[in-house]
């Protein structure tokens, strides 16, 4: 029995580090649909307070909490898949254990 084959997880963990560190940097491309519309919403709720004159706190406090609700989205996301594959490594050695203990010497 070789090594489990962890390689599909190990590829998801790397693009969701990936993600996590784009919405670290404020880019848009990882937000998924629920969290695209509430930046780019807060935004033109800014904007359109500041062209008023007015005070953008609000709309400013409302991104803060989309970009900070994606985070602890890709973060979830990653401690469940490293989760998984820590246990299919654990499985295999279960599996590698018993099938040694099984010999006849």
Do not use: C, F, H
């Not at 998801?12 to 509430?38: C, F, H, S």
């Not at 594959?85 to 010497?105: D, F, H, L, N």
Request: glycine share 8%; no cysteine.
């Amino acid at each position: 029995m070789g090594k489990p084959d962890t390689r599909r997880l190990d590829k998801a963990i790397q693009q969701t580090m990936r993600k996590l560190e784009a919405v670290r940097n404020r880019e848009m491309w990882p937000l998924d649909g629920r969290e695209r519309r509430a930046v780019l919403g807060a935004l033109a709720g800014g904007s359109y307070r500041i062209v008023r004159g007015n005070s953008p706190g609000r709309a400013e406090q409302r991104i803060e909490t989309a970009w900070q609700s994606a985070e602890t989205r890709l973060t979830t996301e990653i401690t469940a898949l490293r989760m998984e594959r820590q246990r299919i490594v654990t499985e295999a050695a279960k599996a590698k254990a018993a099938k040694k203990s099984s010999g006849w010497w």
